[in-house]
């Protein structure tokens, strides 16, 4: 580190404005994030981060909680949360400012057993249609690079497979996680191999909360070298991301 892992009071005040730190949560995506249907208990790598921040600012931690990455970009304007768990995107960015990336998670591709699509190669054609959870990273980086297919949008991350066959698509994109859960509990599908691109997952604060958004950094890569995100990844049986590499802040 070229910076010191010690919060500056600046960083503090715009980190937890109100004497709390509030982070945004999304359960929508298996691989950060999961909310007990019983319990409503919400657990997983996003809040274990959110947690250890909390106690490196010396602030108690309020989980806003969140079922999709759209509606936790939205509440970026609404000033609901102060530090969130997002895919760095250009898009997302005029928003929000990132940390370095703590997560990389595939975006993969599924569709049914059967289909005469083999490879991600095959996807971006004319007369193709793609079920994509709206506004989340992948469809935004879908949205930038598909050239032929279509892109049909749903607000619902853990419906989004199931308009497959409610509307007579040919794929589905997400992230690998909720993509692998999916195919188990509808059945008949199955992902293609590798993956259409790799979702850097960073912490994200709101615009003009410079000194904040740098200690989000300086912490992220202590929470690397620590071991502290392999650790929380091995915890929560994450085995579809992997540690991002460590970058010199």
């Known amino acids: 580190m070229t910076k010191t892992s010690t919060p500056s009071i600046d960083a503090i005040q715009q980190l937890a404005p109100i004497g709390a730190l509030r982070a945004a949560i999304n359960y929508g995506n298996p691989a950060l994030a999961r909310r007990d249907p019983a319990t409503g208990e919400l657990s997983g790598v996003s809040v274990d981060l959110a947690t250890a921040l909390g106690a490196s600012l010396g602030v108690p931690v309020e989980l806003v ?4 990455a759209r509606s936790v970009v939205d509440g970026a304007r609404e000033n609901i949360w102060d530090i969130a768990f997002t895919g760095i995107d250009p898009e997302r ?3 929000m400012d990132y940390s370095t990336p703590y997560l990389l ?3 993969v591709y599924m569709v049914r057993d059967g289909s005469s699509i083999r490879t ?3 996807v971006d054609q004319a007369g193709h249609r793609i079920a994509v959870s709206r506004a989340s990273a992948y469809d935004l980086f879908l949205t930038r690079e598909i050239k032929h297919a279509e892109l049909v949008r749903g607000d619902d991350p853990t419906c989004i497979a199931d308009m497959l066959n409610e509307q007579g698509l040919d794929v589905v994109a997400g992230v690998r996680a909720r993509s692998e859960l999916d195919a188990q509990r509808i059945g008949g599908l199955h ?8 979702i850097r997952q960073a912490m994200a604060i709101p615009k003009g909360r410079g000194e904040g958004a740098r200690y989000l950094s300086v912490f992220i890569e202590r929470m690397k070298a620590s071991g502290f995100v392999a650790d929380v990844l091995k915890l929560h049986h994450v085995d579809s991301g992997k540690v991002a ?3 010199a802040v």
């Open 245 to 247: 590499p460590l970058i």
């Open 93 to 95: 960015a005029k928003e």
């Open 191 to 198: 992902l293609l191999e590798g993956n259409f691109m790799e």
């Open 105 to 107: 998670i595939e975006g």
């Open 65 to 68: 909680e969140f079922s999709s």
């Open 120 to 122: 991600n190669a095959d």
